[in-house]
């Protein structure tokens, strides 16, 4: 046993504890709060292990991380290749061949108006090179999204996706920033039509709250802005890489963005990696001299270890079936679970795409006292009736899709099988046949956890 094996073996009992004295006491206080404080000991899959030896489903997915599953042993293989190699890389002021191999493959599956990669360590990284990359190769400064878009939480793409939860206490956000309405050509048509703005950022699906694009709205969005001569960028950070049964879902809709981002699962769940796939318009409009061959980086970025992880990723999907296998269990997933929207008073909508999968839920027909008082005491508060006892009772792990949203969203690993997708559904049914009941102790707790969780109100200090 190596000193890092003993070490977790002797400290892995106070992971919580230390994680509250060192890291951020507040999320610990939240695990503790809703029951999700479990020590975990190990996973594989679409699977995880708790320090009692308990077998949990982990239909959260790292946020769509995983999507090769957790500890992926191929992925793994060739990480501890490349590191037996002993290989300079990142030398900075030269190339190597990792990083271009990896962008030679992305850009393969990619559609042909995409022709340059740009590598980032994060989804987030990706959008700012974007935003970033997208105003100059224009000379614009106006930057649209879509309401309810999420796109990650550093200044940047706080500014993209302008969701008061995330950024009212972090102001003033980056100017020239708009979000206009989902799914409305017209809103759009209108701000694309003053010819200043720089880029047009959507997700193919929404992340918050798996939101599907109406008939032809991305293919519409496309055409107004070569119209008008905005660049289209479609953010594929949690829907690329199979999740939706396509390898990109833009696929779904025959797009041809001047932008793509991509992250999450390509790092394999190993090694963050991201990248901007962008066209030739771009990259010429930005990297247009020897002056400005730096124009935009990141040190660590092209590193060997990530390009590995990137590599074996794809290796991994194709060799696999994991993309034709996401789309085969995202339609058996909609077609088990659509029926709950028939069999509940409280199941307004099943929706979802490939292995991107949400339910929603509303107050029954007729009203309750008891969802209004759930709702006053903290919008979207229904949705925890289902996602804990979901964790507690069945042991499966997933997540509600937003602040405020009566949704609860499954991003699994593509590698789950039918005797997963049988345990989610059966304990779904269950939970939200008893949740439709509202049972005091369960709402009992709903309301101590939303209570609990609200903190102490600050008072600003005068001057």
Known sequence: MGWLSEL????????????????????????????????????????????????????LGGFGMFNVGRNNPRI????????????????????????ALLAEELLRRAPASVERALFTSSGAEAVEAALKLGRAATRRARVLTAKHAFHGLTLGALSATASPEFSSRFGPLLPGFENVPWNDLAALERELAQEDVALFLVEAVQGKGVNL?????????????????????????????????????LEHWGLEPDL????????????????LLMSAQVYDGVFDSLPNAVSHGSTFAPNDLAMVAGLATLRELDEQGLV???????DALLQRTRALAESSAVVREVRGLGLMWAIEFEEPDGGSRTWKLLERIQPGLFSQLVVVPLFRDHRVLSQVAGHGLNVLKALPPLVLD??????????????VGRAEKMPRALVRFALQAARAGRGPRRRLARA
């Open 418 to 431: 039918e005797d997963d997708l049988d345990w989610f559904v059966s304990s779904l049914e269950e939970t």
């Open 260 to 275: 793509i981002t991509v992250a999450k699962s390509l790092s394999g769940g190993y090694v963050p990696v991201g990248a």
């Open 324 to 330: 034709e296998r996401s789309a085969r269990l995202g």
């Open 76 to 99: 793994r293989e060739a990480i501890v290749e490349a590191l037996e190699l002993e290989r300079p890389g990142s030398v900075q002021l030269g190339v190597d061949v990792l990083p």
């Open 8 to 59: 977790v073996e002797e400290r892995g009992a106070e992971a919580l504890d230390l994680h509250a004295q060192t890291i951020n006491p507040q999320f610990v206080k939240l695990l503790r709060t809703i029951g999700f404080d479990r020590r975990w000991a190990r996973a594989e899959g679409a699977h995880l292990w708790d320090s009692d030896g308990n077998r949990y489903l982990d239909v």
């Open 213 to 249: 694009p109406a008939d032809n709205y991305l293919q519409r969005a496309q055409e107004l802005c070569r119209r008008y001569g905005t660049l289209f960028g479609v953010d594929e950070v949690q829907t690329g890489l199979g999740r939706t049964g396509r390898m990109f879902a």
